[in-house]
């Protein structure tokens, strides 16, 4: 899983928000960020003012059961890879499809997968040649195939993604996508996120007494405003 953060959002709009409804209508983008004033707003409730801040991501490497939780959060703009035009088995990487950690760690379930993941090939190239056009064969893939997304988000709907998808009852892989999220806007946009911590910390209402960390995993390479979190299968 690869996200790329495409934008540098100026955290900055938030503070000229707030200052607007307050009449003073000549601030300049350039000056400190006054992190406090945000932070003091936001907790007052008025939330508003972080929709003014704009995130855009490029997600590769997710799997089509991630990207299908992803757009239940629907305050945002998806654009994904179509499975009409974009072929997965082109690509011609044994890694096409996302394979969990707890069947990569059981040789039995693994077997199983694999044997499934070489069968769905098998079936899709007859198909192929069968004279099926890729918009039907498509039907055939599994939702363990990778996929692709160009995502965009403000910072409040950023907090409310990170409130779900941080947290030990959200699945694995989007719990992996939300914490890498959260590292990349963290590090641009402190003001808006450096204070932000996991709904358990904060008395959430499902009360499960199983906490979650934000930290990000071992097996992470963070290369400027690009972060990829590398298998256990595929690290040096």
């Avoid at 941080?166 to 996508?177: M, N, P, V």
Wanted: proline fraction near 4%; include cysteine.
């Amino acid at each position: 899983m690869k996200i790329e953060l495409l934008n540098h959002p100026n955290e900055k709009l938030a503070e000229i928000a707030i200052k607007m409804c307050r009449g003073k209508k000549k601030i300049s983008l350039s000056e400190a960020v006054n992190e406090e004033l945000i932070r003091r707003v936001v907790d007052s409730g008025h939330e508003s003012v972080a929709e003014h801040v704009n995130f855009t991501f490029r997600i590769t490497g997710l799997s089509r059961v991630t990207s299908h939780q992803f757009v239940r959060h629907r305050i945002a703009s998806y654009s994904q890879e179509s499975q009409r035009y974009s072929d997965p088995l082109e690509v011609k990487d044994k890694y096409w499809a996302v394979i969990p950690d707890s069947i990569q760690e059981n040789p039995e379930a693994k077997k199983l997968a694999i044997d499934f993941l070489d069968e769905s090939i098998r079936v899709r190239k007859k198909m192929d040649e069968l004279g099926i056009k890729l918009e039907d064969s498509r039907y055939f893939l599994p939702n363990a195939t990778k996929t692709a997304m160009v995502v965009t988000m403000n910072a409040r709907t950023l907090w409310n993604f990170f409130n779900f998808r941080i947290c030990s009852r959200a699945q694995w892989e989007i719990r992996r996508l939300a914490k890498l999220m959260y590292y990349l806007v963290n590090d641009v946009a402190p003001a808006l996120f450096s204070w932000w911590t996991p709904r358990c910390e904060r008395g959430c209402p499902e009360k499960c007494g199983d906490p979650v960390s934000n930290e990000i995993e071992e097996g992470t390479i963070i290369t400027g405003k690009t972060i990829e979190y590398l298998p256990k299968d595929k690290r040096d």
